[in-house]
Structures are given as C-alpha cells and as structure tokens.
C-alpha cells in the first residue's frame, strides 16, 4: 500500500486527528466466558447433568453416579498489526501521530477479537478427542423468504433456550442495524414492546425478551440473508494465551523511524451447542 502520510503535512494550523468511522474495538470479548492459559491448546471443561438415584430400602448401599467429563479444545492463533513512521515526516506535521496511530490499531485488533467469536459461534468446535462439532439444525431458525428480525424469530429462540434449562442471566443478541428496523417496522408488534424497541434503537436500553443487544455490523450475509447470533455467556469461550501487547520503537534499520506494533494470540470456540441459537434475517 502506497505512503500516505504526506496527506497530513502541514498546511494550516490545527491540533487534532479525526479516527474515520469505524468500530471502536471489541464489542462482545466481556460478553463470553474468557480464560487465560499458557499453552497452545486451551480446553474448555464441560460436565454432564445427572440424574439422583431412589432409595429403596434402609441401609442400601451408597450409589456412584458417573459423572460424564468431556471439553471443546481451541488452538490459539496469532495476530499482529505494525505501521511505521519515518522521522522526516514530524517536521511537516502539526500533530503528533503517535496517539492516533495506536488507537487505530487498538481499535483493529478488537475488530478481529470480535471476528473470531462470531466464526466460532456457527462454526465447527473440536472436542476433546480431536473430532469436529457443528451446531445442529436444530439451533438454527432460518428464512426460506423475505421475512427480516421478527418478534417470533425472537420468542422461537428464547423458547428453545428456555427448553434446554439455559440460564436466563447473560442472554445476548448479535444484530446488524437492519434487524433493528426490522424491529421498529413489524406490524403486529403491540405498542409497549414498540416502546421498548424504540428505546433498544435510541442506545437508552439494550435489553429486550431477556436478551442483551449487541449491534455489530460485522456478522456474515449469504444470499441476503444476514445470520444473527443470540448466545448466552457460557455457550461461547474466547481464550487467550497472550493479550493485546503495544510496543512504539524506534527502528534502527528504517532511519531510525519509529513503529506501532501489537499482537496477541487467541481463538473462540462454541462451548455447548444448547447455548446457540442463530437466526436468519432476511436483508436485500
């Protein structure tokens, strides 16, 4: 990509960078089960429910009920960022780019933190025995036509969680800004829950049939089809082996120019599949 730096040289006096629009950062890393480990792989623990045993006589022996141990195993990845400043380009600057430089790729690395919690929550998890888990049909809600983000794809979800004993505290909602329309313009909707949407819309509430709204513009489309992803906590693990690390050197072998570097190492999984549901809306 070609130098553009010289694009800030001065002309006219003035003191601050406007960061053009973008997502500033992660959205949904404090919305997930995070760990932190030391290794390559990171597992995530899972343990089976059981069932109590009757006791039909006095003295009967105590039974062992087996517990059923299984986990979902991450391999974390690497990411980094990096952008150089060459010291004959801060005579013709009025600002001091630093600042703005790191806070750019701050808000990058976040972007991408975001990316791999949204590919894990429909993707392939692994188990521990190394074999690939996909999220079943049956936590999926999909549009065969033009139908966007309804009231029923809404209860649908929330009736397949309830049904699988989710938790009800920690229930989220990935949306685009469309769904939120969607929302606002479904007809049928009565007029205290069109209340409650309007405000979801305004940023004055984020909190509707029980689940917290997130809205990232990040989700995937196929055939105009937007997949919305409503989660609880537990149902999905970002786990980090090394997290965000900033460095601003000088370079010795580039002039002496200076370089904003990060990196971390992480990846997400899909922890238990009754904790996912995704939903299909359509968006032309």
């Given at each position: ?6 694009k800030?040289?001065a002309?006219?006096?003035q003191?601050?960078?406007m960061?053009l629009a973008?997502q500033?950062g992660?959205?949904l890393r404090d ?5 932190e480990?030391?290794?390559?792989k990171?597992?995530?623990e899972?343990l ?14 105590t ?10 195993v ?6 980094h960022?990096?952008?150089l400043h ?8 009025l600002v001091?780019?630093?600042s ?8 990058a ?8 919690i949204i ?6 998890a692994v188990?521990?025995?190394?074999a690939?888990v996909?999220?079943g049909?049956?936590?999926?809600i999909?549009?065969s036509?033009t ?6 794809k809404l209860?649908t ?5 309830d ?5 009800p505290e920690d229930?989220c909602?990935i949306?685009?800004s ?11 909707v009565k007029?205290?829950d ?21 809205r990232?513009?990040?989700?995937s489309?196929a055939?105009?089809?937007?997949k919305?992803?409503?989660?609880q906590k537990?149902g999905?693990?970002l ?10 050197d000088?370079?010795?072998?580039k ?9 971390f ?14 939903i299909?809306a359509?968006e032309?």
């Open positions: 990509m070609a130098y553009t730096g010289n800030w040289y002309q006219q006096f003191d601050n960078v960061q973008q500033k992660s959205r919305k997930v089960w995070t760990k480990a030391n290794s390559e990171v597992n995530f899972r089976g429910s059981t069932a109590a045993v009757a006791k039909s006589t006095r003295y009967a022996d039974p062992n009920v087996e517990m059923v141990h299984d986990r979902r991450v391999t974390l990845t690497d990411y960022w990096s952008t060459d010291w004959t380009d801060d005579v013709r600057m001091d780019p630093r703005p430089y790191t806070e750019s790729g701050a808000m690395m976040g972007r991408t933190i975001d990316d791999l590919a894990a929550a429909t993707g392939n188990d521990g025995a190394g690939t996909a999220l049909a049956g936590q999926a999909t549009e036509g139908a966007g983000l309804t009231i029923a209860l979800a929330k009736e397949k969680m049904a699988a004993e989710v938790e229930r909602i949306v685009g469309r769904q939120v329309s969607d929302l606002l313009n479904t007809t049928e007029s205290s069109y209340n409650t949407v309007k405000a979801l819309a305004e940023g004055s509430l984020n909190s509707f049939l029980g689940f917290d709204f997130i990232s513009e990040r989700l489309i055939s105009s089809k937007r919305c992803i409503v989660f537990r999905l693990g786990a980090i082996g090394k997290d965000i690390m900033t460095r601003v000088d370079r010795p072998d002039s002496y120019g200076w370089q904003v570097y990060m990196a190492a992480m990846q997400a999984t899909r922890v238990e599949e009754a904790r996912v549901v995704s299909e359509h032309a």
